[in-house]
Each structure stands twice: as structure tokens, then as C-alpha cells.
């Protein structure tokens, strides 16, 4: 059973939320917090598998509980969904930089995030294929970057571990993958198994915002 947290102001939003996680035979909402404070001392005490957070938040926001839960320097380690209206505003770009496992819409249908919450939970991460560009045309223009040559990409990854996040920044899942470079699934998910601790990430969604950020894939 996958445990779960939610924390959003909106009462109808956690709600839905809480109801639609419930649904799922495999996932169960184990609190519910109105702001960034209690989420954060509900994370504390009961230790779930997954923090769906919201970023705009009374007390704390989402990024600072996500930097207490999942941050670089954080003791629990409790991996965070954030699901988000997502303005293109500095909220978002600290989440990444804060170490989020994963971003959707709020709008997203009911399957969409249940399933990205079993993804969430096992380390996976994810996030909707369509802002991904989008998020990362905006993150590279309003961060600095540290330009990596070929050859330096080329020390730190495999040339399979290369194609891999190529398609990875392009928002495919795991299994998209594994067809388009006609391998296993497994075969995929080793990779990636390797490929994060080489790039000093976490997760997919790091990895990815360390392809644009380095300048490994290009802006369209």
C-alpha cells in the first residue's frame, strides 16, 4: 500500500484529491494538511510514501516543505508530487531546485495522477509530457547556465545513457523508451539506475532539468 499525504488550501481540492486516491486499491490517503506547516509536521509524524503538495500555501509554501522533505540537506527523504495551476513564476523554479520528484496539473484526469503517484513512490518520478519544454524553456532562460561540452557529457555518461536522457527530457515514460530504442524495460530502468548518481540527481525530473540546464538538449 502506497501512503499518501496531501496538502492543499482548498478544501474541495483536497477533498477530490483524498477521494480519488482512496479509489485506487493500492494507494491510501494517510493525512490531509490545510498549509505548508501542517503538511510539514504530518509528513514528520506519519513518514507516507508520497507528499502531494501544493505550492502556494499559507504558513509554508510547497517549496519549502519539498526542500525540508526532499531537499539536498533533508533527513526524511519522503519523495514530493507537486500538482500545481502551475503559473510559470518562480514558485515552480524552486521547486525544481528544491528537488521534486514530479509536476502536474491539477486539471490532469483522474488516471494521469494516480499513476504518477505510484511513480512518485518508487523513485521514478514524472511530469506532464506537455509542460516539460515549456517549464524548461523558462527555467534555462531565467537561471544561469554551465555550458558542458560533448566531450564532458561524454565522461559522465554512456553513449546509451545519453540517448536515454535525450528521450527522457522529451517527456517519454520508461516504457517509451524501452520501444523506441527497441530495448527491455529493464534494460532502460538499469540505465537509469546509473545514469542518476553520475548526473549528482535524484530523480527523472532532475535529470531532465540538469539536460537543459547544462545545454545537453536543446530548446525548441
Known amino acids: 500500500m502506497i501512503r499518501v499525504l496531501i496538502a492543499d488550501d482548498q478544501p474541495l481540492v483536497r477533498a477530490g484529491l483524498s477521494a ?4 485506487e486499491d493500492d494507494l491510501e490517503v494517510v493525512g490531509e494538511a490545510s498549509d505548508g506547516i501542517e503538511a510539514l509536521a504530518m509528513a514528520r509524524e506519519l513518514r507516507p510514501d508520497v507528499a502531494c503538495l501544493d505550492i502556494r500555501m499559507p504558513g509554508l509554501d510547497g517549496i519549502a516543505v519539498a526542500r ?3 531537499g539536498p540537506d533533508a533527513e526524511l527523504a519522503i519523495p ?36 504518477a503517484i505510484r511513480q512518485v513512490a518508487v523513485g521514478l518520478g514524472t511530469i506532464d509530457e506537455s509542460l516539460t519544454r515549456r517549464i524548461m524553456r523558462e527555467f534555462v532562460q531565467r ?16 553513449g546509451r545513457e545519453q540517448e536515454i536522457l535525450v528521450l527522457l ?8 523508451i524501452a520501444r523506441a530504442l527497441v ?16 548526473l549528482g540527481v535524484r530523480s527523472r525530473l532532475q535529470a531532465v532539468v ?7 538538449v536543446d530548446l525548441p
Open 80 to 115: 514530493v508530487l507537486i500538482l500545481t495551476t502551475f503559473d510559470l513564476d518562480d514558485y515552480v523554479f524552486g521547486a525544481l531546485e528544491a528537488g521534486v520528484s514530479g509536476f502536474l496539473l491539477k486539471d490532469a484526469d483522474p488516471e494521469t495522477i494516480t499513476k
Open 210 to 216: 540538469w539536460a537543459y540546464q547544462n545545454r545537453f
Open 20 to 23: 480519488l486516491v482512496n479509489m
Open 169 to 176: 527530457a522529451q517527456g517519454m515514460s520508461n516504457e517509451e
Open 68 to 70: 525540508e522533505l526532499c
Open 143 to 158: 537561471r544561469s547556465v554551465r555550458p558542458v561540452t560533448t566531450s564532458l557529457t561524454s565522461d559522465v555518461l554512456t
Open 183 to 198: 530495448i527491455e524495460l529493464s534494460t532502460v530502468k538499469s540505465h537509469l539506475a546509473r545514469m542518476l548518481p553520475k
